[in-house]
C-alpha cells in the first residue's frame, strides 16, 4: 500500500514570497490532516478535512495560510507571504475516518524561510 | 502545562543498552500513539494502543488508562534507533472533534 506523499521535501523561499505543499492520502482515506512542527516542538495541527469539507481550522493562520481539498482526494497548504516564523516542517496525514484507524504520517516538507 | 508530558527530552545511551521513555498525560484518551521522526520530518507510527501492551521486534508499548501513562522501551538499542519519540493521545468523545495531542518529543541518541 502506497503511503502519504508530500512533495516538495525540502524548500528555501525568502520571507514575504509565497509557497505551496503538495499531499497525496492513502486511498480510500476520507480524513486529511495539515500538521505544522517548529524544531523542538510536536506537530501542531493547522487544518482538517473529511472529504473536502473543513473540519477543523482554529489554529490555521487564514490571513496568510490556505488550503483546500477540492476533489476530496489530494490537498495543497499554501503560505503567502511566508514570514521567518514559519520556518517549519510540514506534515501531512491522512486516516480512514476521524478516528485512529489506519492514521499515517507522511514523510514532511522541510521549509526554511530567510 | 502540556497535556501531554514526555521524559527525558534528551536520552543519550550506548548501543545494547534498555532504552525506556516515558508519557504522562492530564487529557482523557481513548488511544495513544508512539511515533518515531527521524532527520528530515517524515513520522512513522510505531503503536497505537488503547489497554495493555504491545511488542514489534525490539519495541515494546504499554498504557496504563487509570494511571494516564504509557512507556516505550527499546531492548538492545542500536544507533540506527536514534531519532525523536513522540507520544500523542486522542481524546474520547465526539469522534468529528477529535484531534491528535502530541507530547512534545524525546530525542534519543545511541552511541556505537
Known amino acids: 500500500e502506497a503511503g502519504v506523499a508530500q512533495s516538495p521535501r525540502y524548500k528555501i523561499i525568502e520571507k514575504r514570497q509565497s509557497v505551496a505543499f503538495w499531499c497525496n492520502p492513502i486511498?480510500?482515506?476520507?480524513?486529511l490532516y495539515w500538521y505544522q512542527q517548529i524544531l523542538g516542538q510536536g506537530p501542531k495541527l493547522l487544518i482538517q478535512f473529511q472529504n473536502n469539507g473543513v473540519v477543523d481550522d482554529s489554529q490555521l493562520p487564514k490571513d496568510r495560510f490556505s488550503a483546500e481539498r477540492l476533489k476530496g482526494v489530494d490537498s495543497t497548504l499554501k503560505i503567502q507571504p511566508a514570514k521567518l516564523e514559519d520556518s517549519a516542517v510540514y506534515l501531512c496525514?491522512?486516516?480512514f475516518g476521524t478516528g485512529t484507524y489506519g492514521y499515517t504520517f507522511g514523510s514532511g516538507t522541510r521549509l526554511t524561510v530567510v | 502545562k502540556n497535556e501531554v508530558e514526555q521524559s527525558p527530552q534528551n536520552l543519550t545511551a550506548q548501543e545494547g543498552e534498555f532504552i525506556t521513555i516515558n508519557c504522562s498525560y492530564s487529557?482523557?484518551?481513548?488511544?495513544l500513539h508512539w511515533l518515531q521522526q527521524h532527520p528530515g520530518g517524515g513520522i512513522v507510527s510505531l503503536f497505537m494502543l488503547s489497554s495493555g501492551k504491545k511488542k514489534h521486534g525490539r519495541l515494546i508499548a504499554t498504557i496504563n488508562i487509570q494511571e494516564k501513562h504509557s512507556s516505550l522501551h527499546i531492548t538492545a538499542s542500536h544507533p540506527r534507533d536514534s531519532a525523536v519519540y513522540i507520544c500523542a493521545g486522542w481524546p474520547g468523545g465526539k469522534q468529528g472533534a477529535q484531534k491528535l495531542v502530541f507530547g512534545q518529543g524525546t530525542r534519543l541518541t545511541i552511541n556505537p
Open positions: 487529557v482523557g484518551i481513548s488511544a
Open positions: 486511498s480510500g482515506h476520507a480524513t
Open positions: 496525514a491522512s486516516s
